[in-house]
């Protein structure tokens, strides 16, 4: 069974910093793309950072130049480093891989349980 793990969430005043980890259970044999994901109370889950498997990294316009997203395929982990931090990022943060197990399964996603991420203005 896959298990994503996320650690590193917490209170942080607006301007702080925090970063995010995600370590999978297993190797993948091959992944489409790892990202990380947000739901704030209310709204619907959205892309945050993702990396795809040839290696492009796009990220929402309201993240972009202050969220690092950041992968080490081999030890099946993926990060992401929130510089200015700003109220409007406060929710519920989950990672995810768009993967396969196995060469003869099909790709699927899993996901993390999710890292509560509070910023205090």
């Known amino acids: 069974q896959v298990q994503l793990v996320e650690s590193g969430g917490g209170l942080v005043q607006a301007g702080g910093s925090l970063r995010l980890s995600c370590a999978a259970s297993?190797?993948?044999?091959?992944?489409?793309?790892v990202g990380w994901y947000r739901q704030a109370p209310g709204k619907q889950r959205d892309l945050v950072a993702i990396?795809?498997?040839?290696?492009?990294?796009n990220y929402a316009d309201s993240v972009r130049g202050r969220f690092t997203i950041s992968s080490d395929i081999a030890k099946n982990t993926v990060n992401l480093q929130m510089n200015s931090l700003q109220s409007e990022d406060t929710a519920v943060y989950y990672c995810?891989?768009?993967?396969?197990?196995?060469?003869?399964?099909?790709?699927?996603?899993?996901w993390g349980q999710g890292t509560q991420v509070t910023v205090s203005s």
């Open positions: 995810n891989y768009n993967a396969q197990i196995r060469r003869t399964q099909s790709y699927s996603d899993y």
């Open positions: 297993v190797r993948f044999f091959r992944f489409n793309a």
């Open positions: 990396i795809t498997s040839d290696g492009a990294i």
